[in-house]
Protein backbone atom coordinates (compact mmCIF):
# COMPACT_ATOMS: atom_id res chain seq x y z
CA UNK A 1 0.00 0.00 0.00
CA UNK A 2 1.21 3.50 -0.92
CA UNK A 3 2.36 5.67 1.78
CA UNK A 4 2.15 9.79 1.79
CA UNK A 5 4.54 10.05 -0.89
CA UNK A 6 3.06 7.73 -2.87
CA UNK A 7 5.11 4.42 -2.87
CA UNK A 8 4.91 1.33 -0.95
CA UNK A 9 7.02 1.59 2.22
CA UNK A 10 8.31 -1.99 1.92
CA UNK A 11 8.00 -3.47 -2.43
CA UNK A 12 7.93 -7.06 -1.69
CA UNK A 13 8.35 -8.54 -5.22
CA UNK A 14 4.91 -10.77 -6.81
CA UNK A 15 7.54 -13.19 -7.29
CA UNK A 16 10.26 -15.25 -5.88
CA UNK A 17 14.03 -15.30 -6.41
CA UNK A 18 16.92 -13.18 -5.18
CA UNK A 19 16.88 -9.69 -5.95
CA UNK A 20 19.41 -6.73 -4.35
CA UNK A 21 17.63 -4.96 -1.53
CA UNK A 22 18.45 -1.24 0.14
CA UNK A 23 17.17 -0.20 3.70
CA UNK A 24 16.43 3.70 3.74
CA UNK A 25 14.73 6.60 5.63
CA UNK A 26 12.63 8.87 3.58
CA UNK A 27 11.21 11.93 5.35
CA UNK A 28 12.38 9.70 8.38
CA UNK A 29 10.71 6.77 8.04
CA UNK A 30 11.78 3.53 6.87
CA UNK A 31 11.68 2.22 3.66
CA UNK A 32 12.96 -1.58 2.48
CA UNK A 33 12.88 -1.23 -1.41
CA UNK A 34 13.96 -4.22 -3.27
CA UNK A 35 14.82 -4.60 -6.63
CA UNK A 36 12.43 -5.27 -10.02
CA UNK A 37 13.24 -8.08 -11.85
CA UNK A 38 15.99 -7.50 -14.35
CA UNK A 39 19.85 -7.78 -12.70
CA UNK A 40 19.97 -4.57 -10.77
CA UNK A 41 22.40 -2.66 -8.69
CA UNK A 42 21.99 -1.01 -5.46
CA UNK A 43 22.83 2.47 -7.49
CA UNK A 44 20.05 1.41 -9.60
CA UNK A 45 17.43 0.97 -7.10
CA UNK A 46 18.60 4.29 -5.57
CA UNK A 47 18.34 5.96 -9.25
CA UNK A 48 14.65 4.50 -9.66
CA UNK A 49 13.27 5.46 -6.34
CA UNK A 50 14.90 9.42 -7.16
CA UNK A 51 13.04 8.84 -10.75
CA UNK A 52 10.06 7.36 -9.27
CA UNK A 53 9.88 10.38 -6.60
CA UNK A 54 11.01 13.17 -9.75
CA UNK A 55 14.00 13.92 -6.72
CA UNK A 56 17.77 13.83 -7.88
CA UNK A 57 20.22 12.00 -6.06
CA UNK A 58 23.57 13.35 -4.89
CA UNK A 59 26.37 11.55 -6.47
CA UNK A 60 29.99 9.92 -5.17
CA UNK A 61 33.08 8.52 -6.77
CA UNK A 62 33.82 4.81 -6.96
CA UNK A 63 36.55 2.55 -8.09
CA UNK A 64 35.10 -0.19 -10.48
CA UNK A 65 35.48 -3.29 -8.97
CA UNK A 66 37.43 -4.67 -11.87
CA UNK A 67 40.22 -1.72 -11.22
CA UNK A 68 39.71 -0.23 -14.50
CA UNK A 69 38.87 2.97 -13.66
CA UNK A 70 36.03 4.86 -11.64
CA UNK A 71 32.47 5.35 -11.84
CA UNK A 72 29.82 7.68 -10.33
CA UNK A 73 26.65 6.19 -8.15
CA UNK A 74 23.93 7.63 -5.81
CA UNK A 75 25.61 8.84 -2.32
CA UNK A 76 24.50 6.85 0.87
CA UNK A 77 22.67 10.42 1.91
CA UNK A 78 21.26 13.27 1.13
CA UNK A 79 18.27 15.84 2.12
CA UNK A 80 15.59 13.75 2.09
CA UNK A 81 16.94 9.87 2.26
CA UNK A 82 19.55 8.10 3.86
CA UNK A 83 21.12 4.87 3.30
CA UNK A 84 20.99 1.95 6.70
CA UNK A 85 21.92 -1.02 5.07
CA UNK A 86 21.99 -2.49 1.67
CA UNK A 87 22.40 -6.68 0.43
CA UNK A 88 20.28 -9.29 -1.29
CA UNK A 89 17.71 -11.58 -0.56
CA UNK A 90 15.86 -14.53 -1.24
CA UNK A 91 11.83 -13.96 -1.55
CA UNK A 92 9.93 -17.50 -1.15
CA UNK A 93 6.48 -15.43 -1.90
CA UNK A 94 4.47 -18.80 -1.35
CA UNK A 95 5.81 -19.06 2.69
CA UNK A 96 5.58 -15.42 2.40
CA UNK A 97 9.32 -15.49 3.80
CA UNK A 98 12.03 -12.95 3.16
CA UNK A 99 15.63 -13.72 3.84
CA UNK A 100 18.33 -10.70 4.07
CA UNK A 101 22.19 -11.65 3.56
CA UNK A 102 25.29 -10.05 2.05
CA UNK A 103 25.97 -6.46 1.49
CA UNK A 104 27.29 -3.79 -0.66
CA UNK A 105 30.99 -4.03 -2.04
CA UNK A 106 30.68 -0.85 -3.69
CA UNK A 107 28.84 1.27 -1.06
CA UNK A 108 30.60 -1.10 1.70
CA UNK A 109 27.16 -1.22 4.04
CA UNK A 110 25.79 -4.84 5.06
CA UNK A 111 22.22 -5.39 6.15
CA UNK A 112 21.43 -3.15 8.81
CA UNK A 113 19.39 -5.75 12.20
CA UNK A 114 17.99 -2.28 13.72
CA UNK A 115 16.49 -0.80 10.38
CA UNK A 116 14.87 -4.65 9.80
CA UNK A 117 13.31 -4.35 12.81
CA UNK A 118 11.91 -0.78 12.24
CA UNK A 119 10.39 -2.35 8.62
CA UNK A 120 9.00 -5.98 9.77
CA UNK A 121 5.74 -4.34 11.65
CA UNK A 122 4.86 -2.27 7.97
CA UNK A 123 4.53 -6.35 6.86
CA UNK A 124 3.15 -8.26 9.77
CA UNK A 125 2.19 -11.35 6.93
CA UNK A 126 5.55 -11.73 6.16
CA UNK A 127 8.46 -13.01 8.07
CA UNK A 128 12.36 -11.27 7.34
CA UNK A 129 15.36 -12.94 8.52
CA UNK A 130 19.37 -12.80 8.18
CA UNK A 131 21.35 -14.91 6.83
CA UNK A 132 24.39 -16.09 5.81
CA UNK A 133 23.01 -16.39 2.33
Known amino acids: MPDEIGIPRVNV???????????LDIRG?????????????HAIILDDLASELHK???TIEVDWLTGVGKHHIPAPESDWYKVHGMGK???????RKVSLFGGSMDYGLGISPEHLDSVKPLVP?????????
Not at 89 to 95: C, H, I, L, N
Open 29 to 41: QPYLRFAGEEVST
Open 56 to 58: ECP
Open 89 to 95: SKVDVER
Open 13 to 23: PPKSGEYKVVQ
Open 125 to 133: DWTFEITTG
